[in-house]
């Protein structure tokens, strides 16, 4: 695994190091630079990686829970050196002296000291923090660069010689072709099966892309926008399907389906980085006229390709016609907050629970391609498809070829992938 920052390992727990001597040597162990495998990539022998959840000034300890779920009690005395580090860094240059005053619920902490055989404990020889307020404000700032100067789509074609991803990127008036040029130095990450989040994307490489997969691609756009120059790339292999609920589990978050169209049974498992969202009316008649190839003048999808307000997505600030802010693909369409796809819409739909979803709704649902092809983990899940079919039969007028998925025409529902 290559390097990656303090902030990504403390925040997605997506490597385990060996045994460290030395302030940097340790903190690079953070980073990944030296990995063993365990049964959970926070505990090993000489640390425990995870976040607060419980302080106990009194009783000098301090409950981490790691990304697996394991809970351990760190345990500190006058001996114990507590550190801050910033988001970012991959080395302790930077980290100042705290206190354990100054930790809170929520922060991520590198404990390290002899971990107990049980695994339920350590004595805590340095206690290294990143406040979760830090982590948060370092994430907003990575989003708002991937928004601003981000582009995604489905590969098309691939160049090896060359080290070019054509992408299909959708606009408002439809899929146009970008080519994007990657040179082995940037860095390649992939989704692994049955992954969620963003940050899950493990390292890879240009060889391990496939057309017909979904990218995303941090970099320079042409003057033109016909052309990428990418600093980072992430991709994956992703299937959204659509179906109708025939049951829900509350206490094995999971969701019973039967597909549109071919009546296949799925199940549908959520978790916590799951979205869940709600499509709302004007959104669901805005994708219906996407289905139908258009809008209608003046209305929602009309002839700027607008979404309606109100749950659907806006131009970036200062965006507009011609402008970086406000353009998404090549041929013109409204750059979603910048990042100019599906994805960005459903952010700003309502959200809604696991809870609250029926038998007989009618719901999407994205996912990597996973090894069961009849379980799914779902990154994002809308409920209100019913309202966009309804809406493209009250429409009538030419439709586009179906999707047999989803039981939608292709493009009406444009996700998979989940924002950084």
């Known amino acids: 695994m290559k390097q990656l920052t303090v902030a990504a390992l403390l925040v997605s727990t997506m490597a385990v190091s060996a045994p460290a001597r030395g302030a940097d040597t340790m903190i690079r162990a953070i980073a990944g630079v030296s990995i063993q495998q365990s049964a959970d990539a926070g505990i090993t022998q000489t640390r425990v990686l995870g976040e607060v959840t419980e302080i106990d000034a009194a009783g000098k300890r301090v409950v981490v829970k790691t990304d697996a779920g394991n809970v351990v009690t760190v345990i500190f005395d006058e001996k114990t050196e507590f550190l801050r580090v910033p988001p970012g860094e991959k080395s302790l240059d930077k980290a100042v002296k705290t206190t354990l005053a100054e930790i809170g619920v929520g922060d991520k902490v590198y404990a390290r000291g002899k971990v107990s055989d049980d695994q339920k404990s350590v004595p805590a020889q340095k206690l290294i923090v990143m406040a979760k307020g830090d982590i948060e404000k370092k994430h907003e700032q990575e989003r708002a660069e991937w928004r601003r100067r981000g582009i995604s789509g489905i590969i098309s074609a691939l160049d090896q010689q060359a080290h070019e991803i054509t992408i299909q990127a959708r606009g408002r008036e439809g899929a146009k072709p970008v080519v994007i040029a990657a040179p082995d130095k940037i860095q390649f990450r992939r989704y692994a099966p049955d992954s969620v989040k963003f940050s899950d994307a493990k390292t890879s490489s240009f060889v391990e892309l496939k057309v017909g997969d979904q990218l995303r691609a941090l970099g320079e756009r042409s003057a033109d ?3 990428f120059t990418a600093e980072q790339v992430v991709s994956g292999a ?19 389906v039967e597909m549109l169209g071919s009546k296949q049974a799925l199940t549908v498992v959520v978790n916590n980085d799951s979205i869940l969202r709600r499509i709302p ?4 008649m805005f994708l219906a006229m ?3 190839g258009g809008g209608a003048p003046g209305g929602p999808g ?5 979404p309606p307000q109100g749950g659907a997505a806006r131009p970036a600030p200062g965006g507009g016609p011609g402008t970086p802010g406000g353009q998404g693909a090549p041929g013109g369409g409204p750059r979603m907050q910048g990042g100019g796809d599906f994805q960005d819409m459903i952010e700003r739909m309502p959200p809604v629970s ?4 029926k038998p007989g709704d009618v719901i999407a649902v994205s996912s990597t391609l996973g090894a069961d092809p009849s379980r799914l983990t779902a990154i994002t899940l809308v409920t209100g498809v019913d309202a966009i079919l309804a809406a493209m039969q009250a429409a ?3 439709r586009r070829t179906v999707n047999l998925s989803t039981g939608l025409p292709s493009g009406v529902l444009d996700f998979g992938m989940s924002p950084p």
């Open 396 to 398: 009538g007028g030419p």
């Open 238 to 256: 992703f299937r959204t399907v659509g179906g109708t609920v025939k049951a829900v589990n509350a206490a094995t978050n999971e969701i019973k």
């Open 302 to 306: 009309g002839p700027t390709g607008q």
């Open 290 to 292: 996407r289905g139908q």
């Open 225 to 227: 926008g016909s052309r």
């Open 281 to 284: 009316q004007q959104v669901a």
């Open 354 to 357: 696991l809870a609250e979803i």
